[in-house]
């Protein structure tokens, strides 16, 4: 969602997408829970069992429940049909999703080298599509349903939340709900309403640590076919190192930070590494206006945070149009995309 969203217009009304987005998400898992609800219901009363004896959670929901109620259907072949098509549909923007966020991560963390060393974005599509290629090939052989079982358990429930976590309190406790809600007034007009203050400061942080913390809680070894087969431990052992190379990028960072901050004791490295290295206009107070492309001295730049240096570094590189934030008085004179617009020229300021 984040990475697609950076291919926005800068002044795009974000409200009503953010709006548009959670309706039809919760209508869709509404309609989808009754459906297969009733379905399980239907069958487990045909087979005089329970509703947990039908089929248990994963790929059975699709290959064997919804299969049984299309079958029971008007001109069952065409539904088949259309709905193995829309599961097709689905699985291939799965795909370009997952592959732009990756391959967008990349270009933005390394963009020279990139450019250097790959020339053509092409050529990086080329090497991760190959290289998922490979990691996927253990779904298509004889045990490939227990891999992807595996891997389904252990990558998709506890990482997802976790870093969902420190996404938010990166962006509204580090960044700050005041900063990011005079950035979104800059960019439509109008200031975020306290409900959604509320969320990105308190309710979704709490929210998140909870299902995080029940997850850990109520965590069960990964069973396949109703509980009938067990992982061994070796097993267990994989999926939990899938785990953690998706979170320690989180903690290794900090580290790398850390060691790298100015200061000669634990504290002070701690202090300076939490300082920002972003800094307003003290004419207007945005970060990315018309007097930064102008070129003000350093002196006219002010930290976005009580604590931080008073002047900043020696030279100090202001995007003029990055992806993500670029000034409203720029799209007041064209309508191009922050990825369009993102070729025009930096300003420099030095001391």
Same mark, same amino acid.
């Given at each position: ?197 509320? @969320? ?51 903690? @290794? ?35 990315? @206006? ?62």
């Amino acid at each position: 969602m984040i990475s697609f969203a950076s291919y926005n217009k800068y002044n795009n009304n974000m409200l009503h997408d953010t709006l548009a987005v959670s309706f039809v998400n919760a209508v869709t898992c509404l309609l989808v829970g009754i459906f297969a609800f009733a379905t399980l219901g239907n069958i487990a009363l045909e087979q005089t069992t329970s509703v947990e004896n039908v089929v248990s959670d994963g790929p059975g929901l699709i290959f064997v429940v919804y299969t049984q109620a299309l079958a029971k259907m008007p001109a069952p072949q065409m539904w088949a049909v259309m709905f193995f098509f829309m599961l097709l549909c689905l699985g291939l923007n799965s795909q370009f999703a997952i592959v732009e966020v990756v391959v967008t991560s990349i270009q933005d963390a390394f963009p020279n080298w990139i450019k250097r060393k790959l020339v053509y974005h092409e050529l990086l599509v080329l090497i991760l599509c190959s290289i998922a290629f490979f990691f996927g090939l253990p779904n298509i052989i004889q045990s490939g349903m227990y891999y992807f079982q595996l891997v389904d358990h252990y990558a998709a429930s506890v990482t997802i939340i976790f870093l969902a976590f420190f996404e938010v309190v990166a962006v509204s406790w580090i960044y700050g709900v005041d900063r990011l809600s005079k950035s979104i007034k800059q960019m439509t007009g109008r200031n975020p309403s306290l409900y959604f203050r509320s @969320c990105w400061l308190i309710f979704v942080p709490v929210s998140l640590l909870a299902l995080f913390a029940f997850s850990i809680y109520n965590y069960e070894h990964i069973t396949y076919h109703n509980g009938k087969y067990e992982y061994p431990g070796w097993a267990h052992g994989l999926g939990w190192s899938i785990v953690s190379i998706s979170l320690m990028f989180i903690p @290794c960072y900090a580290i790398i930070m850390l060691a790298r901050a100015e200061g000669n004791s634990f504290v002070e490295k701690l202090k300076n590494s939490l300082i920002p290295n972003i800094y307003e206009c003290k004419i207007c107070g945005e970060h990315h @206006c018309e007097h930064i492309e102008e070129g003000l001295l350093p002196q006219e730049l002010s930290p976005m945070m009580p604590g931080s240096p008073e002047s900043p570094p020696p030279v100090i590189i202001f995007q003029a149009a990055s992806k993500s934030n670029i000034s409203n008085h720029h799209f007041q004179n064209n309508n191009n995309t922050p990825r369009d617009a993102a070729t025009t020229k930096s300003s420099t300021v030095k001391t």
